[in-house]
């Protein structure tokens, strides 16, 4: 019985333990994929602002569409912000990136065939994640297209997914510490039960021990009175 006893509360703890794995994994992934839809929406909304900038350049202040041009003014928009801008005409040349020096644009790699360019419409931005060679790191891409007079071409803004990353090691961290805090509150009161059941079951054999005991000495009574009981029957059957 102890066996058995020991075999279920190892069964319920593996049973609690993969219910919390699969509830943590489900929330992981979700927050994930929700700071991944907000980081998106912004990177779709500073993209579409700035293609909406460069389409609408008052002539007088109009730049010219060239690296020599665009990067300074790329790198002066992008000043405050954690985002990475790149200018990109419709050949696929990089014409400014606000995390290259204007000699890394110009000899940057052609980027017509990346997936967010390819995918991205007048009506749909084009998005993509993946590893950046030049940062080394996951990042999340959108692509919106514009048109300037005799020019046309890409936005794209993109963020690293480091930070996402960071936050769901935290969510993972406070996952782990509470998973470990419920695991050993639920080894205490297992335990604590262990030790009422044994000690409920210990009170009850005691008890039967008892009755068996009490029972075994009636019946050892008894025997003991019956030669007694036989010799007064012979006595009155004598008399009678």
Known sequence: MKKYYKFGWVLVIALILSLFAGIAYYLESQVKSWMQEVVRNELIQDAE??????????PDFSPEFTP???????????KNSN????????????????ELTLNEVLSSENHKNSPEFLSA?????????????????????VAVPFQAEGFSGFVRVSHSLAD??????????????????????????????YGFIQRHNNSQKKKLQKQVE????????????????YLWMNSLNMWL
């Open 214 to 229: 009490q029972k075994t000495k009636s019946l050892l009574d008894i025997q003991k009175c019956r030669p007694l009981v």
């Open 83 to 98: 985002n990475r801008i790149t200018i990109i005409d419709s050949s696929g040349n990089v014409l400014a990136d606000s």
């Open 49 to 58: 602002t700035l293609s909406s900038l460069l389409t609408n350049f008052s």
């Open 164 to 193: 996402i990353d960071k936050y769901t090691h935290k969510l993972r961290t406070i996952q782990k510490t509470v998973g470990l805090i419920g695991l050993l509150i639920l080894s205490i009161i297992i335990t604590l039960s």
């Open 121 to 141: 419409s007048n009506t749909v931005p084009g998005e993509s994640i993946r590893h950046s060679l030049t940062l080394k790191q996951d990042m999340l891409y």
């Open 68 to 78: 020599e041009s665009l990067d300074p003014l790329i790198d002066r928009l992008n």
